[in-house]
């Protein structure tokens, strides 16, 4: 079955980058799926950052699309998440996830990696 | 955006109580709605799609139900093992947007 694992920094000081990568295994990132990232400041509730398909097509949250880019590796079978101009209210669990398109009923994140936790401070 | 809407925020329950969790979306969604559990310090996990359809492995206690703008989670027998936030979300359009959660808390 599919498994992600999110890495990258956990520390980024302000009006830096935030940068992370989540690995796709037991499938392929060329498979029919969109590749999300979300995230969830300490104590609240789950914002969804983006998607990318593996042509490298994106759709972004438009609160972050300023300052929000990712990519696709299909030949490291990894996506990644880069996030500029980053202040306190970046601090988060940052989770990748897959989203499928369930027909007739849309698309929903049907798989998750394990989340991981990055601090915005100097 | 489409605004997503739970209630209650939280509930104290008991194990074997039936437990009804609302979320209202903005603007109608037909049936595009799926749930989430998330037990804290994991990632969420994906239970329900079309607002009443429950994904491979999701023991029948839960349940979906709704349509339109008003949706429920229902859970029939609350197990010590429910006892976590749940989430809705829209999969109607983009952005995707969640509703800020629902607490079951042990009663």
């Known amino acids: 079955q599919v498994q992600l694992q999110e890495s990258g920094p956990g520390l980024v000081k302000p009006s830096g980058t935030l940068s992370l990568t989540c690995a796709v295994s037991g499938g392929s990132i060329s498979s029919r799926n969109w590749w999300t990232w979300v995230r969830q400041p300490p104590g609240k509730g789950l914002e969804w950052i983006g998607e990318?398909?593996?042509?490298?097509?994106?759709n972004y949250n438009p609160s972050l699309k300023s300052r929000v880019t990712m990519s696709v590796d299909n030949s490291k079978n990894q996506f990644s998440l880069k996030l500029s101009s980053v202040t306190a209210a970046d601090t988060a669990v940052y989770y990748c996830?897959?989203?499928?398109?369930?027909?007739?009923?849309?698309?929903?994140?049907?798989?998750w990696g394990q989340g991981t936790t990055v601090t915005v401070s100097s | 955006d489409i605004q997503m809407t739970q209630s209650p925020s939280s509930v104290s329950a008991s194990v074997g109580d039936r437990v009804t969790i609302t979320c209202r979306a903005s603007?109608?969604?037909?049936?595009?709605l799926a749930w989430y559990q998330q037990k804290p310090g994991k990632a969420p996990k994906f239970l329900i799609y079309?607002?009443?359809s429950l994904q491979s492995g999701v023991p029948s206690r839960f349940s979906g139900s709704g349509s339109g703008t008003d949706f429920t989670l229902t859970i029939s027998s609350l197990q010590p093992e429910d006892f976590a936030t749940y989430y809705c979300?829209?999969?109607?359009?983009?952005?995707?947007?969640f509703g800020q959660g629902t607490k079951v808390e042990i009663k």
């Open positions: 979300q829209q999969t109607n359009s983009l952005p995707r947007t």
């Open positions: 990318i398909y593996h042509s490298g097509n994106t």
């Open positions: 996830a897959r989203s499928v398109y369930i027909t007739i009923f849309g698309v929903v994140m049907d798989v």
């Open positions: 079309g607002a009443s």
């Open positions: 603007q109608g969604i037909r049936s595009w």
